[in-house]
């Protein structure tokens, strides 16, 4: 997507990982329909090999992008997310090295933190179901975050990845010097939601007085 910086996640993560020493760094979600199980499991288990214990996962279901893109980017299974729960699940025995016929190398044994990232109570109920960290992206459905929440919480099952439920919210947040200005910022994300509804995807524009114009 031309607005986001994202296109190759574990490049930019190794880059950023090789020119630290402490923080940690992560994915802020692999959309995994984009992309095979056993590919993303070998992309960071190379990174954890690299820099050890400071790589996070977190993983989507949406293709990220549009269809044509998507079909591109993983041809014979299109654009769909309806094998997201397979996926993930193959991608999690790959880390544990549960995969018998195929191998992830490097990547099987590695104890590399995943995080399930949604925006519905399908990503709530699937993370609770497997015991997973649940991301909630509240930027994109601020009216369901409770309600995903609410579920995650009350139907999580320990496992041995993580014994308590644990959530981080996804929040869009502009900082200035008044509301007015905030406001004003705020239109460039607006603009650019805006240009992917009408099918013309576009770098991030910069701000303007009135939205209403647009």
Known sequence: MLGIASA?????????????????????????PNHA??????????????YP????LALGRAPGSD???ARALRRHLGSSGDTFPEDLIELMNYFRGDEERVRAVPGSGLNLPLYLLDSSDFGASLAAELGLPFAFASHFAPDYLHAALDLYRREFKPSAALQKPYVIIGIGLYAAESDDEARRLSSSALLEGLSLIRGRPSKL???????GER
């Open 8 to 32: 190759a996640t574990s490049v930019v993560i190794a880059f950023i990982a090789g020119k630290t020493e402490n923080i940690r760094v992560g994915a802020g979600g692999v959309m995994l």
């Open 37 to 50: 199980p056993l590919v993303i499991a070998e992309q960071f288990g190379t990174l954890e090999s690299l």
């Open 53 to 56: 214990g400071r790589i996070d």
């Open 67 to 69: 269809q044509a893109t």
């Open 205 to 211: 524009p910069p701000p303007v007085d009135n939205i």
